[in-house]
């Protein structure tokens, strides 16, 4: 990387982690700890720092050895980053040969962390190179203690230590899986309605059915915005629990999927999940998925001319509303997505549109056959790519 992308590299890290350095009264907490958990804990606070500004991204962490780690600095410049930690128990760590070995795994640039008071003039030598961001004991103990109360909780810590006042508004304001008791509620009653629902399902949609989505684009889309491996455990675990309730549902009874020809061709011309655009193998998967769910029986797919504004599904009853994914930027729950309207006479009016549209619909537009040609042909000119749907 060149000298100028690494000074500006580090003023906007500067900016993007600023925090007021501790007064020293919760230093010892801090040495307490070993290299590794300091290494893990400040990368878990620079991707909570991401969450709540777009322009920083980071991956995953990949820890080397117990004092030396690297991760992928996605935004604002994609750059391989390395972490050099040096404890008080670390007296014999060569600094020099640590930054060697880094850059001989290709990394550009290092967080140097010290939480050992006595190596001021290493942090000061380290602090004039352009590719090295020195944060000293009083910064690190601001960082990594002050303002991480949840992962030392994690660890068995106290619940001594709260955010610190800005990083607390800011978090609040945080699109997070965690989900609080009253949206748990709401997240269960969703669950409830769609998973013991015994009846035909009408559904209504501006791109291709959502079961058809790969697994391996969701959990990219959790990794790239950086949610922990437990949060995204959870995501798995109610996808897998989506498909096998929908599995369950249309071997019993009759699903009909209707879908707006020109908001598909806007979804096929630039597929996104959210905001993140799928590769075109993921485009080719979520056509093998179509073609497997299209082999139901009771699963009735068809096209409609007819603009369709909101998105909604009708298990009658209840009418679920749900959210176009190419319109938003993260999932939230709580959100206008599936809110649930409990009445039997919007219920009928909702149905009544639906089967206006679904029988105004050529005979061809509810050929599975047809659909699946269709999407495969548009998809092979956009993409200049071969989709087989056998």
């Known amino acids: 990387m060149k000298t100028d992308t690494t000074k500006n590299l580090k003023d906007l890290i500067v900016a993007f982690i600023s925090t007021p350095e501790s007064d020293g009264s919760n230093i010892d907490l801090l040495l307490e700890k070993d290299s590794k958990e300091v290494i893990e804990t400040f990368h878990h606070w620079m991707k909570m720092i991401s969450r709540m500004n777009s322009r920083i991204l980071l ?40 930054i060697e070995y880094l850059t001989q795994q290709g990394v550009e640039f290092i967080f140097y962390l010290s939480y050992d008071q006595s190596k001021e003039e290493e942090l000061i030598e380290a602090s004039k190179k352009d590719n090295i ?41 945080v699109i997070s899986l965690q989900i609080n008791d009253e949206s748990a509620k709401e997240q269960q009653e969703i669950n409830h309605v769609l998973k013991n629902y015994k009846g035909d399902i009408l559904t209504a949609e501006s791109y291709l059915p959502t079961i058809t989505l790969p697994m391996s684009t969701i959990i990219r889309f ?8 437990t949060e ?30 020109d908001s598909l061709k806007e979804y096929l011309v630039n597929p996104k999940y959210f905001d993140m655009e799928l590769t075109i193998d993921e485009v080719m998967e979520q056509l093998s ?47 206008i997505s599936n809110i649930i309207i409990s009445d039997g006479v919007i219920s009928n009016k909702f149905e009544n549109e639906f089967w206006d549209l679904y029988n105004s619909a050529s005979e061809k537009n509810k050929d599975k056959t047809y659909i699946l040609k269709y999407v495969s042909d548009l998809m092979q000119s956009t993409f200049q790519h071969e989709f087989s749907i056998t």
Not at 295 to 321: D, M
């Open 59 to 98: 991956r995953n962490l990949s820890l080397l050895d117990h004092n030396t780690a690297i991760f992928t600095l996605v935004k604002p410049i994609k750059t391989q980053v390395g972490i050099i930690c040096q404890s008080a128990k670390d007296q014999n760590l060569d600094l020099e040969k640590r």
């Open 133 to 173: 961001l020195s944060i000293n004991a009083h910064w690190l103990t601001s960082i990594v203690v002050e303002n991480s109360k949840p992962f030392f909780a994690q660890l068995g810590e106290t619940n001594a230590y709260e955010w610190t006042p800005y990083i607390q508004k800011k978090a609040n304001n």
């Open 222 to 229: 959790y990794i790239e915005k950086g949610y922990s491996d």
């Open 232 to 261: 995204i455990k959870k995501v798995v675990s109610l996808r897998k629990e989506e498909i096998k309730a929908w599995k369950s549902h249309v071997n019993n009874y009759n699903k009909y999927h209707l879908i707006s020809i």
């Open 289 to 335: 998925n179509l073609l497997t769910i299209s082999r139901y029986s009771n699963y009735n797919l068809c096209l409609t001319e007819e603009t369709i504004e909101l998105s909604y599904e009708i298990k009658h009853p209840n009418t679920i509303l749900r959210t176009n994914m190419r319109k938003k930027s993260k999932p939230k729950i709580g959100s």
